[in-house]
């Protein structure tokens, strides 16, 4: 039989009213958003809900509500009667939402770091002086060969290794313009500018993984209840003491999602479920690998739908 890993979005998946149906339904989901609420002092539930767009664009407001949400989708499928997973693994911020689904911190502790996190990442460049750009296409020795020759002093480097077919880069603004041409003309079928707030996982956010490690140190991690793939270094990771430099390190340096994906596939898991708001880990996954299973839940009807598949 083979094996199956929850997985967990990052920033990107947020949309209005997210995590709403699943407030209604579950008890353990409500329990969850009220620990989120009090953590932060704000009702991060009502931005949630009834947030703008805008509102749930800002970094420090993205990252503790889509963890919120994450974190109260997997409360209910437990409650509703879903095994627990043979791995779980997470998209950057993601990674946070498997730390607390594997009991290796607190919803509040996580929750209050998030928060953080996203103001420290966001301060750490002024607006305009970064930039983000998907290139689509072309492999990782081709996108990394041009950042190398677009940097020019700058930085600009492989952000986010999302799939075979779907690499992110940051770094000075400029630079990652001289990048998207470049690799426009290696072939590239897309290379096109992302509209975010900051130039995340490139050297550039150094300041803010400064700040965060300060943060991080004081935060009591146990050992996961699951293996965590991390992010980082695309291994399984077993001891509550790796998890604050896994995470320190994780802010400036690219996420290898792609080798995550591999790496599970490799230790049998022919089954992904994507527990949070969209599918976007779902369709990277598929962009990997074909064969496998990809489920998604993020309210009642795809909690019962694949509550039935399982």
């Known amino acids: 039989m083979g094996k ?9 998946s947020q949309s209005p009213g997210m995590g709403k149906d699943i407030f209604d339904n579950y008890a353990s989901a409500r329990t969850a958003f ?5 953590a932060l002092g704000f009702s991060i539930s009502e931005m949630c809900f009834s947030g703008t767009d805008e509102q749930l664009a800002l970094t420090a ?7 919120s949400t994450s974190v109260a989708v997997f409360r209910a499928m437990k409650e509703a009667g879903f095994r627990d997973p043979d791995y ?4 950057s911020l993601g990674e946070y939402s498997a730390l607390v689904a594997a009991g290796a911190v607190s919803l509040r502790d996580a929750a209050e770091t998030v928060r953080n996190r996203g103001s420290y990442m966001q301060e750490a460049v002024p607006v305009g002086v970064g930039a983000m750009a998907a290139i689509i296409g072309l492999d990782l020795q081709t996108v990394e060969s041009a950042c190398r020759e677009s940097a020019e002093g700058q930085v600009c480097s492989p952000a986010n290794i999302n799939s075979p077919r779907q690499i992110v880069i940051a770094g000075d603004s400029d630079a ?10 290696k072939g590239a079928k897309r290379a096109i500018r992302l509209n975010v707030s900051a130039p995340f996982h490139c050297s ?12 991080l140190n004081k935060i009591e991690f146990s050992d996961p209840a699951f293996p965590v793939v991390e992010n980082v270094t695309a291994e399984v990771n077993l001891s509550g003491d790796r998890i604050v430099s896994a995470l320190t390190e994780q802010v ?4 290898r999602w792609l080798q995550t994906v591999e790496k599970l596939i490799g230790l049998g898991v022919d089954t992904f479920v994507e527990v949070g708001p969209g599918k976007v880990l779902s369709g990277l996954v598929r962009q ?13 009807e795809s909690l019962g739908n694949t509550l039935k598949t399982l």
């Not at 550039?204 to 300060?214: D, N």
């Open 4 to 12: 199956t890993a929850y997985i967990f979005p990052g920033q990107g």
């Open 34 to 38: 009220a620990e989120a609420d009090e």
């Open 61 to 67: 407001n993205t990252q503790p509500a889509i963890l």
């Open 88 to 91: 779980v693994a997470g998209h």
């Open 176 to 185: 990652v313009d001289r990048a998207c041409e470049i690799l426009k003309e």
């Open 204 to 215: 550039l956010m150094t300041p803010a993984q400064i700040r965060l490690a300060e943060e």
């Open 252 to 255: 400036s340096s690219p996420v």
């Open 288 to 300: 990997t690998d074909r064969e496998v299973q990809c489920f998604n839940v993020e309210d009642s």
